[in-house]
């Protein structure tokens, strides 16, 4: 069952199923690497929104992204638009919770929030760590 909720929630509690903050460190990645040997936090949020919006909530997303990207301990963030354009999917690596909790409290990062929930249906953010990575080389 997922634990969806509107995108302005999200500005209450980013993390709302999440544990205690984590001190991991990272050296600097300049870009997505799925490893299960690092100690880097992975958030992905499922963006539900009707076809006819998807494109501009997507567009938001890339701003808030390049935005993002500015912020310590980023790493990668990947969007991807499910072709029913129903979904938005976000993967973000990140150097640490803490740092990435730290970026979301940003009011920059904040100030777009009002017309997202205007794009979308419901936003369910997670974080993750990597298990196991099985490639073409395994």
């Not at 993750?128 to 395994?138: H, K, N, T």
Request: glycine share 2%; hydrophobic share 35%.
């Amino acid at each position: 069952m997922r634990s969806a909720f509107r995108p302005r929630d999200y500005l209450a509690s980013p993390f709302p199923n999440s544990a205690s903050s984590s001190n991991c460190q990272s050296s600097e990645v300049p870009m997505t690497q799925i490893r299960a040997d690092n100690q880097h936090v992975t958030q992905i949020t499922i963006v539900d929104s009707e076809p006819d919006k998807q494109a501009e909530a997507l567009s938001v997303m890339i701003e808030r992204a390049r935005f993002m990207a500015r912020q310590p301990g980023f790493i990668s963030i990947s969007l991807h638009r499910s072709l029913d354009g129903r979904r938005i999917v976000n993967y973000v690596q990140w150097q640490n919770r803490d740092l990435l909790r730290s970026a979301h409290q940003s009011p920059e990062f904040r100030k777009e929030w009002g017309h997202f929930d205007q794009l979308t249906d419901e936003i369910d953010p997670n974080l993750y760590e990597v298990a196991q990575v099985i490639d073409s080389g395994q």
